[in-house]
């Protein structure tokens, strides 16, 4: 469910950049495609797995899985966060669009930790019932939520700066017709569309 997984798309149509060290735009993105295209197929892979499909499951649908399905798919996704993680944090993105990588790459510690606390939560828990109601999931549910709006938020800004062409404005190697090519989508549609009622079972009354 994190933005990375949701679809991150960099398209950059740029001149390589020659001489020095440090990395060209164009080996930034492709850096950045192989970290991200990688990231997504294995949470796909995941997702549509037994053991992943919790992750997207509905109220109606949990039915099929166990709490204890979740945590192992969460403790999955972590792995999956954490090699991302590692890898963009080992990338030293060039002046033009260093901001954009933190605002992309550097993942919320407080978003992570919950995330944690609710895999712990979902080994213990009997039923969805009473994981649905727990400080755990409460917690998360709100995380996810401002984690969307986040995303949102970082798309607008990424939009206004595509917009105004400023990015490139001071790189004087970049042909001018090039400089117009800047898209980056985040994705954000790949959030739920209600957060706060995700890992909620449906309720159901007999008679």
């Known amino acids: 469910m994190r933005r990375v997984w949701t679809g991150l798309c960099v398209a950059l149509v740029l001149a390589s ?3 020095g060290s440090e990395l060209s735009l164009t080996e930034y993105v492709d850096r950045l495609n192989v970290i ?3 990231a997504r197929q294995e949470y796909e892979a995941l997702v549509a797995s037994p053991l992943g499909g ?3 499951a509905d109220g109606a649908q949990l039915v099929d899985f166990t ?3 979740l945590q192992a798919a969460l403790d999955r996704v972590r792995e999956i966060e954490s090699r991302v993680d590692e ?3 080992a990338i030293d993105p060039p002046d033009q669009v260093a901001a954009l990588h933190h605002l992309f790459f550097d993942f919320d510690s407080d978003f992570i930790s919950t995330q944690e606390a609710l895999a712990v939560r979902a080994g213990t828990a009997a039923d969805w019932a009473e994981l649905s109601d727990t400080t755990e999931m409460v917690a998360y549910r709100v995380a996810l939520a401002d984690d969307k709006q986040a995303c949102a938020d970082a798309q607008s800004e990424v939009n206004a700066i595509g917009e105004q062409r400023e ?3 001071e790189t004087p190697w970049i042909p001018g017709e090039l400089k117009e090519l ?3 989508a985040l994705g954000c549609d790949g959030y739920p569309e209600h957060p706060g009622d995700v890992y909620r079972p449906s309720l159901v009354f007999d008679g």
């Open 17 to 19: 950049c020659g001489g």
């Open 36 to 38: 991200v295209d990688q």
């Open 54 to 56: 919790v992750l997207v």
């Open 67 to 69: 709490p204890q399905d």
């Open 87 to 89: 890898a963009t944090a």
């Open 167 to 169: 990015v490139f404005a």
């Open 182 to 184: 800047f898209e980056v």
